[in-house]
């Protein structure tokens, strides 16, 4: 008889041959489905050959492959076409199997799909996987959720692939209930877009007001990985700066200055909003790339608006080290909003979250994978109830520390009409936040003033809220406290 596969995997695309290829490196034998059936034949017959991958051209051939309790991971695009491809294998399978979704999915969307999911008996995981084709292939960063009583199955699983740190600790474990590891996946990729503007911002200053060279910007990013901001996307960043065309021409500089997205990083902004969570940095970052994608207007734009002009006096050695010093500050600040989004969303859905873990997961594999998350995780350590990373010693004394450099760089920005979006955005949330008395007091007047909002009075307890006839005209009937 012939043995049955550990798991199955619907969607060869990139992601899903990658992760399959992986399964199979670490002993398991993996049966591969996917819609377009000559996709299957030909993974077999290419990367697949004479591995431990058996091909299915039904659902019931998947199905039937499968050693009890079934687990099925779903490698499609996110949307309709998971919510089809559940349909489909609901019918199928038996109480107790496991339905896994490892794409990019919107939490709420998984909330809905594991309540329906449990309710045919069923378990349902809904996890992030980062790293992208070579993560995947290598040793992904993996976040799941869903259904508790299914992690015990696909553990084995989930961390033979995932990526390991220095200990050997793979950057994979249990997130929490319903949508909870697409939540912690959909947080990653927001502040993955913040930490790409952030290394943009620095690039655009050192570019255009030092007048620096891809070269010369290259060494420097190769300088800065060998230190605290050592991480990936310094690394990647360090390396494209190098890469020349075929004209012995940096290629960066040939590249259309016009950004894409997938959606993530606004998933993120929306659910700060709705959380009521200043996660200003990386909503700065979301609307930098909606602000590069209308180039034509912008190009107009140059020719009509004017600006000062970007001339730079002074040591030039000493202020890219306050370009680093601002950089790190401010990733400093964006981790501090992403973990403080987290834990509003543990409060608000009821998920008990592990923050030090959650950085552990992001050490390796991932995109936004750097030494700095090995602080996080022993800040949360040191207390597990941290409310701010600003609020951690370690961090705390960094942005002092930085603080002189940090506002050097946004002032000569400013100056210089270099657009900082980012780096200044987490300078004020910074001053923002550490400031004991904001003007919200006058905000509140203004809303009483116009709409009879009420306020709350320093000298009477929290709680209390009043009124005042500002005009004379009014009456003594306010508005309804609340807060949306």
Same mark, same amino acid.
């Given at each position: 008889m012939e043995k049955l596969s550990d798991i199955g995997l619907i969607g060869l695309a990139v992601m899903g041959e990658n992760l399959v290829l992986n399964m199979e490196s670490k002993g398991f034998r993996v049966t591969v489905y996917n819609r377009t059936l000559?996709?299957?034949?030909?993974?077999?017959? =290419?990367?697949?050959?004479?591995?431990?991958?058996?091909? *299915?051209?039904?659902?019931?051939? !998947?199905?039937?492959?499968?050693?009890?309790?079934?687990?099925?991971?779903?490698?499609v695009k996110a949307g309709s076409a998971v919510d089809d491809m559940i349909n489909t294998l609901i019918p199928h399978l038996e109480p107790g199997d496991i339905i896994i979704d490892g794409g990019n999915t919107h939490f709420p969307d998984t909330n809905r799909r594991t309540a329906l999911v449990e309710s045919k008996g069923l378990l349902y995981i809904g996890t992030g996987v980062s790293g992208g084709e070579e993560g995947a292939l290598l040793g992904p960063s993996i976040m799941p959720g869903g259904s508790r009583a299914a992690w015990p199955a696909v553990k084995p699983i989930f961390q033979a692939i995932a990526a390991k740190v220095e200990d050997g600790s793979p950057c994979c474990d249990w997130v929490g209930e319903n949508g909870a590891g697409h939540f912690v996946k959909m947080v990653h990729n927001g502040i993955e877009y913040g930490d790409m503007q952030l290394i943009c911002e620095a690039y655009q200053i050192m570019k255009d007001l030092l007048k620096m060279s891809a070269d010369e910007m290259h060494e420097v990013f190769r300088e800065w990985n060998e230190g605290e901001?050592?991480?990936?996307?310094?690394?990647?960043?360090?390396?494209?700066? *190098?890469?020349?065309?075929?004209?012995?021409?940096? !290629?960066?500089?040939?590249?259309?200055?016009? *950004? =894409?997205?997938? =959606?993530?990083?606004k998933w993120t902004a929306v659910a700060a909003l709705d959380l009521g969570i200043p996660l200003t940095?990386?909503?700065? *970052?979301?609307?930098?790339?909606? !602000?590069?994608?209308?180039?034509?207007?912008?190009?107009?734009?140059?020719?009509?608006?004017? =600006?000062?002009?970007?001339?730079?006096?002074?040591?030039?050695?000493?202020?890219?080290?306050?370009?680093?010093?601002a950089l790190y500050a401010s990733k400093i600040v964006s981790y501090a909003q992403g973990y403080t989004l987290m834990r509003a969303a543990a409060e608000e859905y009821g998920w008990d979250l592990n923050y030090g873990g959650i950085a552990l997961m992001w050490r390796g594999g991932c995109i936004i994978r750097s030494v700095f998350l090995g602080k996080i995780k022993e800040a949360y350590e040191n207390n597990p109830l941290l409310t701010n990373l600003l609020l951690d010693p370690f961090f705390s004394d960094k942005v002092?520390?930085?603080?002189?450099?940090?506002?050097?760089?946004?002032?000569s920005a400013v100056t210089a009409g270099i657009p900082v979006p980012a780096i200044s955005s987490a300078l004020g949330y910074f001053d923002g936040y550490r400031c004991a008395r904001l003007p919200a007091n006058l905000l509140q007047a203004q809303r009483d003033y116009f709409g009879a909002h009420t306020y709350e009075r320093t000298d009477r307890p929290r709680g209390e809220f009043f009124h005042t006839n500002w005009t004379g005209r009014g009456g003594t009937t306010s508005s309804s406290t609340y807060n949306v």
């Open positions: 000559e996709k299957v034949s030909d993974f077999l017959a =290419g990367r697949a050959r004479g591995k431990k991958i058996v091909g *299915a051209y039904t659902i019931e051939e !998947l199905v039937s492959s499968l050693s009890r309790p079934r687990k099925i991971m779903i490698m901001l050592d991480s990936y996307l310094i690394e990647i960043t360090r390396d494209i700066l *190098a890469y020349k065309d075929s004209d012995g021409e940096p !290629l960066v500089d040939k590249i259309l200055d016009t *950004a =894409g997205q997938k =959606g993530t990083g940095l990386i909503g700065e *970052a979301v609307f930098s790339r909606c !602000l590069s994608a209308v180039k034509d207007e912008r190009v107009i734009a140059s020719s009509i608006l004017g =600006g000062p002009d970007k001339m730079f006096s002074g040591d030039r050695k000493e202020f890219i080290n306050d370009v680093r010093e002092e520390k930085a603080q002189r450099g940090w506002r050097n760089v946004v002032s």
